[in-house]
C-alpha cells in the first residue's frame, strides 16, 4: 500500500471525521460517502476529500474501503444489502472495518467479503475523538498476518498503537473485551461517586482518595471533570453506544457460554440510564442519573 492508495470511507462520524482528516492529511486520494450522519464535510473537500452520493460511486474510487458505521447491522447493511458495496466490489479490494461489531457477524461478513473477490480486516478503535483527530487510535486489526502488514502503512496514518490480535473476528472480540472492562469500571465508579453525593462526602475528596489508591486510572480521569464540575466533555460517548456495546459483549458472551453475571447488570445500569436521561447523554452524565434515583 502506498501513500497515494485510493481509499473510500463510510462514516464520517465523531470518531471518522477524525481517521478521514488523517488520511487526507498523509496524501491519500480519499473519496466519502455522503450521508446524514456524517459531521461537516467542509473541511475534509477543502483539503482534497471527494464525496460520493452512492455505495457504487465510492466503490469504483477505491482500492480500500474503510467503513466507522454504528454496529453490525450497519455493516451488514453498508456491505451485504441491496446497493451495497459487494455488489460493485472490485476484485482484491481491501474492506477494513472500523466499527464496533459483533465477531459472529464479522465472520459472516468477512466470508461474504471473500466470496466477491475482496479481503477483510475487522480493525475496530479505542480512545476518543480528541485522539481520532489528533491521529492517536489504537486500532485491534484481525485478519491475515500478511494483508495487516500490507495496510499497516494506511492503519498509521490514524492510529498510534496498532495491535494484531489474530485471525478475522479477534479485533472486534477484543474491543468488546475492552469496552466492558473500560465501561464496566466507569459504572462502578459513577455508582460510587451517586453514593458518595447522597452521604456527602466531597466530589474533590472523593476523586482525591480514588485516584491515590485503588480507584485509580483512566475511568477515573475521564469521569472526574463530571464529578468535580458537572463537565460531560472529558468522555464524548453517548450512553446508547455504550448500552449497544455491552449488548453486542453479552451476546458475545452467551455464544460463547462465558461468565457474564457482572456483565448483565452493567449492561441493565445503562439500558436504564438510557431510559431515564435519553440516548445521547454522555456516559460521565450516568453519575448524575444514579445519584437522582
Not at 32 to 59: R, Y
Not at 200 to 225: C, H, I, M, S, T
Amino acid at each position: 500500500m502506498s501513500s497515494k492508495t485510493p481509499i473510500g470511507m463510510i462514516g464520517i462520524g465523531l470518531m471518522g471525521h477524525g481517521i478521514a482528516t488523517n488520511l487526507v492529511r498523509h496524501g491519500h486520494p480519499l473519496t466519502v460517502l455522503e450521508h446524514p450522519g456524517n459531521q461537516p464535510l467542509d473541511a475534509l473537500k477543502a483539503a482534497g476529500a471527494k464525496s460520493v452520493a452512492t455505495i457504487a460511486g465510492l466503490t469504483a474510487a477505491a482500492e480500500v474501503i474503510v467503513l466507522c458505521v454504528t454496529g453490525s447491522p450497519q455493516v451488514e447493511a453498508v456491505l451485504l444489502g441491496d446497493g451495497g458495496a459487494l455488489a460493485t466490489l472490485k476484485p482484491g479490494t481491501v474492506v477494513i472495518d472500523c466499527s464496533t461489531a459483533i465477531p459472529s457477524s464479522t465472520l459472516r461478513v468477512a466470508e461474504a467479503v471473500q466470496r466477491a473477490g475482496g479481503r477483510f480486516l475487522d480493525a475496530p478503535m479505542t480512545r476518543t475523538p480528541k485522539e481520532a483527530a489528533e491521529g492517536r487510535l489504537n486500532l485491534l486489526v484481525g485478519g491475515d498476518a500478511a494483508l495487516f502488514a500490507q495496510c499497516r502503512p494506511i492503519l498509521a496514518c490514524f492510529a498510534e498503537n496498532i495491535t494484531h490480535t489474530g485471525a478475522v473476528g479477534t479485533g472486534h472480540g477484543m474491543k468488546l473485551l475492552h469496552n466492558y472492562v473500560s465501561l464496566g469500571t466507569v459504572a462502578l465508579i459513577a455508582e460510587a461517586a451517586a453514593c458518595a453525593q447522597r452521604s456527602g462526602v466531597q466530589p474533590e475528596v472523593f476523586v482525591d482518595v480514588l485516584a491515590k489508591g485503588g480507584g485509580g486510572g483512566v475511568a477515573l480521569e475521564r469521569l472526574k471533570p463530571f464529578i468535580t464540575h458537572k463537565d460531560a466533555n472529558s468522555l464524548r460517548f453517548a450512553m446508547s453506544n455504550a448500552q449497544k456495546d455491552l449488548g453486542y459483549y453479552a451476546e458475545m458472551a452467551g455464544d460463547i457460554g462465558a461468565a457474564q453475571a457482572i456483565a448483565d447488570a452493567v449492561l441493565a445500569t445503562y439500558a436504564g440510564a438510557v431510559e431515564q436521561g435519553g440516548a445521547q447523554r454522555y456516559v460521565p452524565e450516568l453519575v448524575e442519573l444514579l445519584a437522582s434515583k
